[in-house]
């Protein structure tokens, strides 16, 4: 079973900056991606930064520039650097990881971090 712990959430002012890390109970090279997405209440989860295959990277429009995903695979994390933080980024942030089982796929998703970015 894939256990994903993320961390690093927290109040910040807006143009501050956060970094989230998630923690894989396994190998983050057996997933297919792995990245971040986020929530607000009322709306659908949305993404924000993830890796696809190999190290190449998806950005959300509105985060480009602005936040950088990053791996480190020796410790089985992927960290979000988030810069320029703003009132807009308010959400749930979750961690996303994306395994291939068999002939299927599976998604697994961590608890959930807040970021909260005040004006």
């Known amino acids: 079973q894939v256990q994903l712990v993320e961390s690093g959430g927290g109040l910040v002012q807006a143009g501050g900056s956060l970094r989230l890390s998630c923690a894989a109970s396994q190998s983050i090279r057996s997933f297919n991606t792995m990245g971040w997405y986020r929530q607000v209440p009322g709306k659908q989860r949305e993404l924000v930064a993830t890796?696809?295959?190999?190290?190449?990277?998806n950005y959300a429009d509105s985060v480009k520039g602005r936040f950088t995903i990053s791996r480190d695979n020796a410790k089985n994390t992927v960290s979000l650097q988030m810069n320029s933080l703003k009132p807009e980024d308010t959400a749930v942030y979750y961690c996303?990881?994306?395994?291939?089982?068999?002939?299927?796929?599976?998604?697994?998703w961590g608890q959930g971090t807040q970021v909260t970015v005040s004006s």
């Open positions: 996303e990881a994306e395994k291939t089982l068999g002939w299927s796929t599976r998604a697994y």
């Open positions: 890796f696809t295959s190999g190290s190449n990277t």
